[in-house]
T-cell receptor, first 112, second 114 residues
Framework: GNSVTQMEGPVTLSEEAFLTINCTYTATGYPSLFWYVQYPGEGLQLLLKATKADDKGSNKGFEATYRKETTSFHLEKGSVQVSDSAVYFC???????????FGSGTRLSIRP | SAVISQKPSRDICQRGTSLTIQCQVD?????MFWYRQQPGQSLTLIATANQGSEATYESGFVIDKFPISRPNLTFSTLTVSNMSPEDSSIYLC???????????FGPGTRLTVL
């Protein structure tokens, strides 16, 4: 079946460090891939997305590239800030069904 | 993007009672979904809310426990019936807009069952 596996947390980094949160997926066909973010006390927000192989999604300094050959969609940011502290969810969706399958989430904490 | 509101935003309920959560969208949408996020966990899809017909439930969720209504294109309700402490979760409504396949999430309803 379809599934998403992402890096276990929590992840703690110092401000300005480089961030990678790994995400791999198992799916038939060509799903759309997403990263969602949940800031403390807030709702779920779409951070970025990619809809086909080799697409790169980017937003707020975060990037992720849809890698079909490795079935991956790793999230990266060159220099994290304290305000990036949140829980990050990798997810996939098939357009026809619009159902989203979420990874387990990775809690990120950034130290000043 | 669609603006989604949920009521109530949070509630504390007694075991054995039921709570109905409302989801209202500011524009017509194609699909509406209900998710559950248990404490410290990821989101799990409960069901797809179908306009004018019975909801489509995911494995492990049944209509008797989570009855859902969707009378029109902008409104849906989820009822959590005969609650137990294990039902303590955040319940989220999500929608897919008419113009794109992007999915938007409501702010969630935080439910605590004592």
């Amino acid at each position: 079946g379809n599934s998403v596996t992402q890096m276990e947390g929590p992840v703690t980094l110092s401000e300005e460090a480089f961030l990678t949160i790994n995400c791999t997926y198992t799916a038939t066909g060509y799903p759309s891939l997403f990263w969602y973010v949940q800031y403390p006390g807030e709702g779920l927000q779409l951070l970025l997305k990619a809809t086909k192989a080799d697409d790169k999604g980017s937003n707020k300094g975060f990037e992720a590239t849809y890698r079909k050959e490795t079935t991956s969609f790793h999230l990266e940011k060159g220099s994290v800030q304290v305000s990036d502290s949140a829980v990050y969810f990798c997810a996939l969706m098939y357009s026809s069904a619009s159902k989203i399958i979420f990874g387990s989430g990775t809690r990120l904490s950034i130290r000043p | 993007s669609a603006v989604i509101s949920q009521k109530p935003s949070r509630d504390i309920c007694q075991r054995g009672t039921s709570l109905t959560i409302q989801c209202q969208v500011d524009s017509q949408v194609t699909m509406m979904f209900w998710y559950r996020q248990q404490p410290g966990q990821s989101l799990t899809l409960i069901a797809t809310a179908n306009q004018g017909s019975e909801a489509t439930y995911e494995s492990g969720f049944v209509i008797d426990k989570f009855p859902i209504s969707r009378p029109n294109l902008t409104f849906s309700t989820l009822t959590v019936s005969n609650m137990s402490p294990e039902d303590s979760s955040i319940y989220l409504c999500s929608v897919v807009g008419l113009q794109s396949n992007e999915q938007f999430f409501g702010p969630g309803t935080r439910l605590t069952v004592l």
